[in-house]
């Protein structure tokens, strides 16, 4: 009997630590919940307004709210600086750690300190694998778009004759891209920069000052020109990405003409963080359960029968990576070997 008391015992002390344990995260889940009521949330959009990731982040400044407890009111607030560093630099350094500011920024960023792509890697002053992603709204895939009037119809009119493409940044899609066609496939773009946003890129191509484009996302191509690419005005020649697209079936991909090992690694490399092509992160340090309710948030937001209706009218591909899938990919692009990093950099980075 004495013995079977000190097992009673024994269990009544585990069961109140396990009754413990479960009010205390109740508590924790119920004060979580309770955070939002009330509150503003800020989105940091590192891009300027009425270009793809722009249209993206206020579709979900839209929809977002309510599925936060609490539903709290949302803004916007675009910082369309070095392709989205000051708003990552931003959100990692200087905003409050409370899961009340949180950003819109370019596919890129993750790996910027990695690539350097804006500039030096040293002026991105995070650790992409320390930032809570929360979620990616759309696989990205780059394409190369001529105008109608330009003399390029086929990839391989690349290789031979010289495409003047804009680009509104050079660590833009419409920047990059081209710089690593040209130097793994031998491909004659010459980029002008200095463009400000995705309107006046439409205008300069419909002007003929440029051919068209050499990154142009399907997600933002397809919001803004699906009339003109259905019309034949804009067409599609190439997709600079690893897997196709399905509004184009039929139009090759970049890789189809990469023969040498090496170059087909390094471009692997180069187009792998694409499928998180819209992501959204939070500064590190947010309490776990904050970050939960936004990752859920945002999965739920995707999933919306009011948000896909408006989505679809605005031509807008909702595919997303929920935030543990894009946390995982950060993780996997930072343990590709340092010489593969390094190559890529060299040609994607202006020096």
Known sequence: MKGYGKRLGRRTVGLSAIMGATLAALSTSATAADFYAGKQVNMLVGSGTGGGYDNYARLFQRHLAKHIPGAPSIVVQNVPAAGSLVAMNTLANSSPRDGLTI??????????????????????KYDARQMNWLFSASKEVPVVVAWHTAPIKTFKDLTEREM?????????SDGVYPRVMNALLDTKFRIIDGYKDNPQLLMATEAGEIMGRGGWFVSSLMSTQANEVAQGKQKVIVQVALEKHPKFPDVPLVGDFVKDPARR?????????????????APPGVPTDRVKILRDAFAAAAKDPELLAE??????????????????????????????????RDIMVVK
């Open 164 to 172: 003047l493409v804009g680009s509104s940044g050079v660590a833009t």
């Open 265 to 281: 690694e390094q471009l692997s490399f180069a187009l792998s963080w694409l499928p998180m092509g819209r992501p959204y992160v």
């Open 311 to 344: 989505a679809d009218k605005m031509n807008l591909e909702i595919s997303q990576l929920t935030g543990e899938e894009v946390q995982s990919l950060i993780a996997k692009l930072y343990e590709t070997p340092p010489a593969v990093v390094e190559k890529v």
């Open 103 to 124: 950003g819109a920024v370019q596919t890129h960023i993750g790996v910027e300190p990695l690539m350097g792509v804006t500039g030096p890697a040293s002026n991105a």
